[in-house]
């Protein structure tokens, strides 16, 4: 019988040097090392080292920020998986989508899954915004952050529309054309505009290799600082509001 | 806190072990602290703990989600041939909405940009700040105001046609004037919409008529942008 | 929360805590830690598996030669050499038959080439030689060339496959 | 504060197990995919087959056959593994699994989408066969699989009969008149330029006519002739128009008279038959000596059966006397161009006894008194009428076909079909019916039933019957527009018909006698006639003028025999000299025929080759004796070129393809032998005309 055999592996490993020259604290047993825990770690520091009580409540947040944000990680694993079968070129973009579907391993769950994490995004990224408004997160101290949020928000858009013609299918190519089409609505740079975000006069190769590196490597890279600048300000801003009605003792 | 400077400390025997925020309020400082917050807990585990549960029933959500439904994938792109109706992606159907019945510059740029430069300044204005309830003082001019804003905004809508914009702007102006006749006492829902502010109606609004332009966009309209049951194929 | 653990008002735990030896909390911990590695190693697999390309958009490597006689014929006893450039063969005819030789040189890789006067295959980089039947004369080269299946299909034409090297280079395909 | 609540940590427990679960889903699915549990079964297939292959063959993975030039990616043969196995041929074997039946090309070279249409990429059954949101171009059902041939065999193919035949109908039917169609070139004259119609029939016989077509060749709707049916559709299809439209129509058309026919005056001696009591007899024999029936078709009852007996170049005129004036047939037939320029009828040199007489015939025995029954007493058309058919001429799409003069023809008249058979399903409109949402559904709907689709169709009604809607439907798949595949568009095999209208002298005889109506010129003509595209390097001059002149004792067991034209001595020395000069072979030029010369030892050699070690008479006839498969030799010597018989000799094929001389190799000298005896062949006391015959060469 393994008794707490995973609890004393566990125990050797940390017993390493190796184990020690990462962590460089002891198992996170006291809040010290708790604390060392959280701001120890790159990607923990961007959290407090306490948070209320209060805002752990579901109903507090519903979590919808951490969602946007998991989402965010589900979209770059996969996105990331998913580039390492996909040209961007005409009409080659499309086969690749066809291979995925139809012989590539596990290809076709993991367009779902990206796909589907992407709507998702969208609609959280919404509901993150209009539930901290209701909860007046975007009072001072946050204020700032809430702009963050906004411009969070568009990117969120900017990030699903450029993956949306990737496929280069006609869904795509026509969503793109009737997109494109409202900015050169713009009075006097309208035109100008689509030529640049197009790479031409029409969705093209052109269009689809500018979507794809907007889509994989600007919008993500920006969108990476942003998100940090936002877990960064919570903390910095006082940590989330806490509203009374949100119960506790 | 208009009284006496008074200063709060709080401190722990053992900092290291339990360390507290130490807070130091004077009149001029922004943050306001009002009450008690409650308890707080260490972000490891309580938070990091919570956060990956949460990523583990978002993971099982969607990974069931993506088991069971495809991701489209129509035929190759072809320039020549236009699909009708040709639709952009859903979160944009509203706006394609709008454009059926504005100007391309009003309903593609025009609107969008106010939106976004509205969501911005949100945090900007005291009225979203310290914006008290709607109907809690000089309640008849701010009636005559709130119709004379509501009219004005119906008959443009009604110039334009714009139904799809103009039914759920009706409804919540309806609950908007309904809400101004509910006596101070009543506790519920109304008592509820009674005690909004004005940030809030707008905010409202704006949600109200976002999803029911994205709805009517995504399921509502078929070929040539024309009114279609989704229950009821098109074609035969 | 720091309220002690009451383990009567959880029947569950109450249930853990009867079986010798295994404290509910190393239970849950070897579960959850249990689960989380399998997610890790199995997800690490079908990753594996997700990169390793189920088709493949190549030219195949087994590959029709055309007939025999497109062959030149031997003259005087000399096998007559023939290099198919796409596919980086040679097609050698000798009075014995057909077999087919590598062109890749077996030191570095490089292409060699078929010189007629001299009557054999060399390599340009480092100056390997071989006999026409891909065995090595000189130079840095490790190995003789290696020869490839070669057979005829049901309509007369000559089939190689890259895939499969002969191990006894002896036999020649008879037509 | 530190510790972790119990629930918290079972949940995270608890949502670990299942995450672990969850995620396990689709990599297990994957291992059970649709083409494995085909690759498994072929597996336990082969190996209870006795062909070892089989197995050696197989490999557990996906197989795809790729052509990048071609844009193929198939994978159907993960699934269908046994194409390329002969020992799996038989129809026993299970499908998936049955080999290809022999073909041409192979699937490894072609891919199996190019033909049988699918979605090469899939390796799922229903995405790969069916029509799916990413792919509207489902299987071709194999009953129409003779369509994928035609997208790149322009040209008629000898394994594609179906296809053929629904070109044939396609052209017959004149659907070019309003559709653009591909390869289908729109003809100078698709129907009766209408611009003297008036002249030429009664408003009676219009008006039944329009009103269904059918029914005058036969009262009983189907296309009848005294009984016998013919098989055809009119080319005329039935229009759908109403009482008033018919009146207005008819009324429109019988006001055209622009050119008034004067009556002919005949010579009084040709007169003075009408009291002969055997005038419609004399007429009749006059008909058969002058070979109408070589071009046009007249019902014949014999013992009870009756049978269309005649060609079917001209229309066919078993009731022809009902429907058209004397006045006009007369003139008619005294010279067709003048009322159609373009007719094909040859412009013939009348005695004015024979065109009396075969005009008695036609207007008096050539007749059907029920042709005009249940037409309403019509009278002349009023002015409303004839404006109102104006309208409706053009309306219905009439001047799509028919010329009537100041009425510009309407071309695209009806949609383009270029592209039909690659359209899809999401290009097509169904309207309302409620038929299958597929291409070949709504290609047959639109043919048998146009309305039934589409309410305000303009599109004629026609009567089909099954094997003709197959074929018209697979000539209208064929026509599948541009490939998509860049690398096809040259693999297309191009329809050869230059058009053949040579200019001078010989073109006026040419075009008189519409020679190209039978025989074919460098591949443009018809094909009743033999090819005479190089009949100057084959036939003598003198022969050919002697044939001109007296063409009937030629082939005289066939009813389709060259006409009587009456050719006189200049106009037959004019296509003489013109074949001889012009309508050469590249591989028998006839420039050096004076300069040859055979010893009569030669000839002797060749009499021995031809009897003794060729053995000759096996096939062809010299004299009366020898077999009946190749021309009758005979007369050969006065007939053919020694030019031509050495190049015949040398490739029979090269000059004739597909003709079925076999390719001996004679050596050179044998040739010369042979040749030197053939033109030896000379009937004593004889002409040129004797018992020879062209038609083996064919």
Redesign the interface.
């Known amino acids: 019988m393994p008794t707490g055999a995973a609890d004393r592996a566990l125990e050797s490993l940390r017993a390493t040097r190796v184990w020690k020259s990462v962590f460089r604290r002891g198992p996170a047993l006291t809040n010290r090392t708790r604390s060392l825990a959280v701001f120890g770690n790159l990607f923990l520091h961007f959290l407090p080292v306490k948070v209320r009580e209060k805002s752990l409540r579901v109903r507090a947040t519903y979590y919808l920020g951490s969602i946007t944000f998991l989402l965010f990680v589900v979209l770059s694993v996969t996105g990331v998986l998913l580039m390492f079968y996909y040209h961007p070129a005409v009409p080659q973009a499309y086969r690749d989508l066809k291979d995925l579907r139809f012989v590539v391993s596990n290809g076709v769950f993991l367009r779902n899954l990206h796909r589907l994490a992407a709507h998702l995004m969208v609609v959280t990224v919404f509901w993150h915004m209009f539930h901290v408004f209701y909860r007046g997160g975007y009072k001072p101290p946050h204020e700032f952050n809430w702009v963050v949020g906004v411009v969070l928000l568009l990117l969120t858009l900017f990030l699903s529309y450029t993956g949306y013609l990737l496929p280069w299918d006609q869904l795509a190519f026509w969503a793109i054309t009737v997109g494109t089409n409202i900015i050169s609505a713009m009075p006097v740079i309208g035109g100008r505009v689509r030529y640049l975000a197009l790479g031409g006069n029409q969705v093209g190769e052109n269009a689809l290799l500018r979507f794809y590196v907007l889509h994989c490597v600007v919008l993500p890279l920006v969108a990476v600082l942003l998100i940090a600048v936002h877990f960064w300000r919570v903390q910095k801003d006082g940590g989330l509001t806490v509203k009374e009605e949100d119960g506790g003792k | 806190m208009a009284e006496n400077k008074k200063i709060e400390t709080g401190f722990s025997s053992d900092v290291l072990k339990d360390p507290k925020r130490i807070v130091f309020v004077t009149k001029k400082t922004s943050a306001k602290v009002t009450g008690d917050a409650g308890r707080q807990v260490m972000t490891f585990p309580h938070l990091v703990l919570r956060e990956a549960i949460a990523f583990q029933i978002l993971v099982i959500a969607i990974v069931l989600v993506s088991l069971l439904w495809d991701a489209p994938l129509e035929q190759l792109a072809n320039p020549l041939l236009t699909p009708n109706p040709a639709k952009a992606p859903w979160y944009f159907l509203g706006l394609q909405e709008l454009l059926h019945y504005f100007p391309p510059f009003v309903a593609g740029i025009l609107i969008p940009t106010l939106v976004v430069i509205a969501l911005v300044g949100i945090p900007y204005f005291n009225i979203n700040i310290h914006g008290g309830p709607l109907w809690a003082k000089r309640r008849t001019s701010q009636l005559r105001m709130v119709l004379i804003v509501l009219s004005l905004l119906m008959i443009f809508l009604a110039i334009f046609l714009a139904w799809t914009v103009f039914v759920p702007s009706a409804a919540i102006a309806f609950l908007l004037l309904y809400s101004y006749s509910v006596p101070a006492s009543q506790t519920g829902w109304r008592g509820f919409l009674r005690s909004r502010t004005v940030s809030w109606w707008v905010m409202t609004w704006f949600i109200a008529v976002a999803i029911t332009l994205t709805l009517v966009g995504t399921f509502f309209r078929g070929p040539g942008w024309e009114w279609e049951w989704p229950w009821v194929s098109h074609g035969g | ?2 309220e002690p ?1 009451n383990p009567k008002t ?1 029947a ?2 109450a249930k853990a805590a009867d079986a010798p ?6 239970f ?9 590695a ?2 890790g190693l ?2 690490s697999a ?2 594996l ?7 493949l ?1 190549e030219p195949s490597a087994k590959f029709r030669a055309g007939t025999p006689e497109l062959y030149p014929e031997i003259v005087d006893g000399k096998p007559s050499v023939t290099f198919l450039q796409d596919q980086q063969v040679y097609i050698v005819r000798t009075k014995d038959g057909f077999y087919a030789v590598s062109a890749v040189c077996t030191h570095l890789g490089c292409i060699t080439q078929w010189k007629q006067e001299a009557e054999q295959i060399a390599c340009p980089c480092h100056g390997s030689k071989f006999k026409p039947d891909g065995t090595k004369i000189e130079g840095p080269a490790p190995r003789a060339l290696p020869h490839f299946a070669i057979s005829l299909t ?1 309509d007369g034409e000559l089939l190689v496959d890259k895939l499969e090297t002969v191990v006894n280079p002896k036999q020649a395909l008879k037509v | 504060m530190g510790k972790i609540s119990r629930r918290l940590r079972l949940a995270f427990a608890v949502s670990s197990v299942i995450f672990v679960a969850v995620l396990a889903i689709s990599p297990v699915k994957d291992l059970r995919r649709e083409w494995k549990y085909y690759k498994n079964g072929y597996e336990r297939f082969a190996r209870n087959r006795p062909d070892k292959r089989l197995l050696s063959d197989f490999h557990p993975g996906l197989d795809q056959i790729w052509i990048p030039e071609m844009n193929v990616v198939d994978r159907c043969t993960t699934c269908h593994q046994g194409i390329t196995q002969p020992s799996l041929a038989d129809s026993s074997v299970p499908q998936p699994f049955r080999a290809h039946p022999p073909i041409h090309h192979s699937a490894t070279d072609w891919g199996c989408v190019v033909c049988h249409r699918g979605q090469g990429p899939a390796t799922e059954v229903a995405e790969a066969h069916e029509t799916t949101l990413a792919w509207e171009q489902p299987l071709l059902p194999n009953r129409l699989i003779q369509g994928s041939c035609g997208t790149c065999h322009r040209a008629d193919l000898a394994e594609t009969p179906k296809l053929t035949r629904g070109r044939q109908l396609l052209a017959k039917l004149n659907c070019v008149g309003c559709h653009r169609l591909q390869d289908v070139d729109r003809p100078a004259m698709l129907a009766p330029d209408l611009t003297n119609i008036g002249t030429k029939v009664s408003r009676a016989w219009i008006y039944k006519w329009l009103k269904e077509p059918r029914t005058v060749t036969d009262s009983n709707g189907t296309v009848t002739v005294n009984g016998y049916e013919t098989g055809d559709e009119p080319r005329m299809p039935q229009i759908h128009l109403k009482e008033e439209e018919l009146r207005a129509l008819s009324g429109y058309l019988s006001s055209l008279r622009s050119h008034p026919v004067a009556p002919y005056r005949f010579d009084p001696r040709a007169i003075a038959l009408e009291k002969a009591p055997d005038l419609t007899a004399q007429g009749e024999v006059r008909f058969r000596q002058m070979f109408c029936s070589t071009c046009h078709s007249l019902a014949v009852t014999r013992a009870g059966e009756t049978k269309l007996i005649g060609g079917d170049i001209g229309p066919e005129l078993t009731k022809v006397g009902s429907k058209v004036n004397r006045d006009w047939l007369v003139s008619w037939l005294r010279n067709p161009q003048e009322y159609l320029p373009h007719s094909t009828m040859p412009r013939y040199e009348w005695s004015d006894q024979d065109l009396f007489k075969v005009a008695a015939y036609i207007t008096t025995k050539l007749v059907d008194s029920d042709l005009l029954n249940g037409v309403p007493n019509l009278g002349e058309a009023t002015p409303d009428e004839i404006t109102s058919g104006r309208n409706l001429f053009l309306a219905k799409g009439c001047a799509s076909c028919h010329i009537v003069g100041g009425a510009a023809p309407q071309k695209d008249f009806g949609p383009d079909l270029t592209a039909l058979g690659g359209k899809n399903v999401s290009q097509l409109e169904f309207g309302q019916s409620k038929i299958p949402r597929t291409l070949i559904a709504y290609i047959q709907t639109k043919l048998t039933d146009p309305v039934s689709v589409n309410p305000a169709a303009r599109m004629p009604q026609y009567h089909w019957s099954p094997d003709d809607l197959e074929a018209v439907t697979i000539a209208l798949i064929s026509m599948a527009g541009t490939p998509s595949a860049s690398g096809m568009e040259r693999l297309k095999i191009p329809r050869a018909s230059p058009e053949f209208h040579p200019a001078g002298a010989f073109g006026e005889v040419y075009e008189r006698y519409q020679c190209s109506a039978c025989h074919k010129f460098n591949g443009y003509g018809g094909d009743l006639a033999p090819d005479l595209s190089y009949e100057g390097s084959r036939a003598q001059r003198a022969w050919l003028v002697d044939f001109l002149k007296n063409p009937q004792t030629l082939r005289p067991m066939l009813v389709l025999r060259m006409p009587q034209f009456n050719v006189t001595d200049k106009e037959a020395a004019i296509l003489a000299d013109y074949m001889t000069m012009t309508l050469q072979s590249p591989l028998a030029n006839t420039a050096g025929e004076g300069h040859m010369r055979f010893t009569p030892q030669l000839a002797a050699m060749g009499k021995q080759l031809y009897e003794v070690k060729y053995q000759c008479q096996a096939c062809h006839t010299i004299g009366g004796a020898g077999g009946y498969v190749g021309p009758n030799l005979s007369n050969a010597g006065n007939w053919l070129t020694a030019t031509w018989v050495q190049a015949w000799l040398k490739n029979p094929q090269a000059l004739v393809p597909g003709t079925i001389e076999p390719r001996r190799s004679f050596t050179a000298d044998e040739i010369q032998a042979l040749t030197a005896y053939l033109m030896t062949l000379r009937p004593s006391g004889k002409k040129a005309s004797a018992g020879a015959s062209q038609g083996g060469t064919r």
């Open positions: 929360m720091s653990i959880e569950g735990a030896g295994i404290d509910r909390r190393d849950l911990n070897e579960v959850t830690f249990g689960a989380l399998v997610a199995g997800a079908v990753t598996q997700y990169f390793s390309p189920n088709v958009f049901a």
